[in-house]
Structures are given as C-alpha cells and as structure tokens.
C-alpha cells in the first residue's frame, strides 16, 4: 500500500467517531429546539426546519462547491474532507430518529450539543481530516493566516447564525449563539497546537 492510503485508513476511526459525535449533537440536541449550528451544517439545518429537507443530503450539496476547490487547488484537502463530508452526512441522516430520545430541557441540549459538536469536529480537525463544507474553508484560511482553526470556525458560524437571526427569533438565536461558542471553544482546545 502506498503511504497516502495507510494514512487514510488511520484516519478512517477518528472521521468514524467524530461523525458519531456531531450526529448526536445535531439530531439529539439542536434538533429537538430548532437550534442551528453554524456554517454548512447551520445552513442545512434552516433548510431541513423550513422545508424538511434531509440535513445530511443537503450538507453533500453544499459542501461540493468547496470540495470542488479544494479538488482544484488543494488536493491534499480535498481528500481529507470529501470522506469526512460523506460519512458525516450519512451519519446525521441515518441518526435522525434519535432526536425524541433525550428529551432535555433546551438549556443542558445546549451545553451537552455544542461539546459533542465541537469534539466531533476538533477530532477530525486534528487529525487532519473534516466535514467538508466551511470547516473546509476554515482549514484553507487557517493554513493561509497561521490562525488557530476553532476560532476561524467561531468567525465563519457567527456570520452565518447572524444571517439566520431573522428566521430565528431572539430567544432561539442566543441559545444557537451559546451552542456555537461551546463547539467553538471546544473544537479550539482539541486543536490546539501544542
């Protein structure tokens, strides 16, 4: 086997469980409140709660424009996302029903959904690999500025829920805000450069 594709399979596991994790802290926390997530997770989120749209499929295509670039300048990006963007996708479709499982109040889906977000995503961001779509594009800005890559990803999300407050409302929108700070914050201490 050639050196790329051992590589790929050690990273296999970690897209694996990070997958996992962000499929519970989608389905098991946001879902159940209608709270949004930022960056392409948090655009296919508004399309699944407005029009029932399947948030995994939709995160497949929104995040090929970004793989597509990646694809053309930066391959070695394009194949450490594209595999996390499949598997992560499938993941959050196939988990859909377990959204009437934990049935907590909004407060701790909050807390327990942004860690769970943010350790799935900084796993696979420290590991070199993603979930394609604006994780994506956080890892082509971190590389380009030398900037810690959870706060990059903190950025990106705060655009995007803010372009989301109107559909939101106040009270969901700082709930979705407090979920976005914990995964940032979460995803910054896993990849943290030592």
């Known amino acids: ?5 051992i590589i790929i399979f050690r990273k296999i596991p970690v897209v694996l469980v990070g997958s996992l994790l962000l499929s519970i802290g989608i389905n098991g926390f946001l879902v159940p409140h209608y709270l949004l997530d ?6 296919a989120l508004i399309l699944h709660y407005y029009f029932e749209f399947p948030t995994g499929v939709t995160m497949i295509i929104l995040g090929f424009p970004l793989c597509w670039f990646a694809w053309v300048y930066e391959r070695t990006y394009f194949y ?3 595999y996390g963007l499949i598997i992560s996708s499938l993941l959050i479709d ?3 029903p377990i959204k009437d499982q934990f049935q907590l109040s909004v407060f701790p889906s909050v807390i ?3 860690v769970c977000i943010g350790t799935g995503i900084g796993l696979m961001l420290r590991y070199e ?12 800005l971190s590389k380009a500025f030398s900037l810690n890559i959870g706060i990059v990803i903190l950025i ?29 914050m979460t995803t910054s201490l896993l ?3 030592e």
Request: one cysteine or more; glycine letters at 18%.
């Open 112 to 114: 327990f959904g942004g």
């Open 191 to 193: 990849t943290k450069k």
């Open 94 to 96: 196939w988990l859909e």
């Open 129 to 140: 690999t993603s979930t394609g779509g604006t994780d994506l594009l956080a890892q082509l």
């Open 80 to 82: 450490n996302s594209f």
């Open 38 to 43: 930022g960056g392409t997770i948090g655009i």
């Open 1 to 5: 086997m050639t050196k790329k594709v």
């Open 156 to 184: 990106i999300d705060g655009f995007i829920i803010t372009a989301g407050l109107p559909l939101l409302g106040p009270k969901t929108f700082l709930f979705s805000c407090s979920t976005i700070f914990i995964g940032g």
